[in-house]
């Protein structure tokens, strides 16, 4: 069952309780104050004609122009000639006026009818005891609305007087009532359940939408796509905007992932192919050596002699590829404050033992903190230092400063410049120069092309920015930038 039919459904169910509920109370309410107005209007009569028995029958000084009929006499009587009073000639044509004895049997009724009114046990007791009763009868499969109230004198009942009214017209206008009510309420439950069934479609094409939108991605695998939304921003509006920034961190991860799926093939190829050499050439001296007959011993010292530099060679570039891996899964990584002066000082010092007789300056650094890794950028500093003096022959200087950004921050960063005096890198290899296995023409055979790549990664890692400017002839100067502790 879709939510378009279950909403209208639940609409329709909620509005037709509505209208059960709105339709019973009315019905009570008519029903009520419909047996209110005959209550009153027996109540009035009532206490009229009791005032009349009172006053023209049971009063000794009024002039006996009636009276009960006496002992032996025939039953019941006209209810004119029972009492003398105007009111007993009069009586409205809607209601049905009975007197009886304090017994219950009948003595006056108009035009002397026989047809008792019923008063069931309960009601005689009730009538006994000097209090009114009202009873709802059936007389000849009509039903009525009885009146029976007690005429006491000298403390005791004398006559009972019933006054009653037929409920038909009342139980007619109610079955009306009813039918209109039914009718009324079916035929807007009818129209609910359409108006209903279309506006839930309006409400949720949106929806629909996004569904349609969500089904083309899927099979398409189109991640740029986004759903395209014009209303307001309710939950809808929300839901569209979610799913649009869920789409764009989608792309971003599947761009991510295609980057990261290129560059471990690019990797793969490039490792194979850095091993290839020295794998070839360990396999090569290895057929030498088992050749029969045997080379000759001198021979035999300088293939073990390259077979030792290869397996140095090897082992120095898994070094470096386990070095790389773990840079670039940044693992075991606190920053803290570090001071600048004495972690640089204690990187040119090391550095100072690759070559001797290379100078190598550090200014700027005195006072100066960064927010880094110890040990990551103690390995970043030596590869930039050592990579100066492996491509240059003059002196190396390292310096330091604060430098703010274009937007004004003041102190937000420290830069860090490795400079060198070297032949400079041209332009077209300057853009690849962080590049995985890559190795500028000069730098042929001088390491393996890692090195930059592996300090960009703790570079990166600890929040900072790496880059490198180069003029030919003039040498080139590697540029960090580090984030001060807050």
Request: aromatic share 6%; with cysteine.
């Amino acid at each position: 069952m879709s939510i378009r039919l279950r909403f209208t459904l639940l609409y329709s169910a909620i509005l037709a309780v509505t209208l059960v509920v709105l339709g019973v109370v009315l019905y009570s309410i008519q029903a009520q104050a419909t047996l209110n107005t005959l209550r009153s209007d027996l109540l009035r009569t009532s206490a009229t004609l009791g005032a009349a028995v009172v006053r023209t029958v049971i009063d000794p000084n009024a002039r006996p122009a009636g009276g009960p009929p006496p002992q032996g006499a025939e039953r019941p009587v006209r209810i004119e000639a029972f009492s003398s009073d105007m009111i007993f000639r009069t009586l409205p044509e809607r209601e049905i006026v009975r007197v009886l004895d304090a017994g219950g049997n009948l003595l006056a009724s108009p035009f002397g009818s026989r047809e008792a009114l019923p008063v069931s046990a309960e009601g005689m007791q009730t009538l006994q005891g000097q209090q009114d009763w009202w009873e709802i009868s059936s007389v000849d499969e009509n039903r009525f609305l009885i009146y029976n109230h007690p005429i006491v004198s000298g403390g005791a009942v004398t006559y009972i007087l019933q006054v009653a009214r037929s409920l038909t017209e009342r139980d007619r206008s109610l079955q009306s009532l009813l039918r209109i009510l039914a009718a009324t309420s079916l035929s807007i439950l009818l129209l609910a359940f359409g108006i209903g069934w279309l506006f839930s479609g309006f409400v949720l094409r949106p929806i629909q939408h996004i569904t349609q939108t969500a089904r083309t991605i899927g099979e398409e695998r189109d991640f740029a796509r986004r759903v395209s939304y014009r209303g307001p921003q309710d939950e809808v509006g929300q839901l569209a905007t979610t799913f649009n920034a869920m789409l764009a961190r989608l792309q971003e991860a599947h761009q991510q992932t295609s980057y990261a799926l290129e560059a471990q093939r690019n990797f793969l190829a490039d490792v194979s192919h850095e091993l290839r050499t020295p794998l070839t050439t360990l396999r090569g001296n290895l057929g030498l050596l088992r050749r029969t007959p045997p080379v000759p011993p001198e021979e035999q010292a300088d293939i073990l002699n390259d077979m030792v530099d290869e397996s140095d060679r090897v082992i120095r570039l898994v070094n470096e590829l386990l070095v790389q891996a773990r840079a670039d899964a940044a693992r075991n990584l606190t920053l803290e404050a570090l001071p600048v002066q004495s972690l640089l000082e204690e990187t040119c010092r090391q550095a100072q033992q690759i070559d001797p007789e290379r100078k190598i300056s550090l200014y700027g650094a005195d006072g100066l903190t960064l927010l880094g890794d110890r040990d990551s950028f103690k390995q970043v500093m030596l590869i930039l230092v050592d990579n100066a003096l492996k491509h240059s022959s003059g002196d190396v200087t390292v310096s330091a400063r604060r430098w703010s950004a274009a937007s004004g921050r003041k102190d937000a960063e420290v830069e860090i410049r490795v400079q060198d005096r070297g032949a400079g890198i041209p332009p077209e290899q300057l853009e690849h120069i962080f590049d995985r296995f890559y190795r500028a023409e000069e730098a042929a055979g001088q390491g393996f092309g890692l090195g930059l790549s592996i300090a960009r990664s703790l570079v990166e890692t600890q929040g900072g920015t790496i880059a490198l400017e180069s003029q030919v002839g003039w040498g080139s100067c590697a540029i960090l930038r580090f984030p001060v502790p807050a």
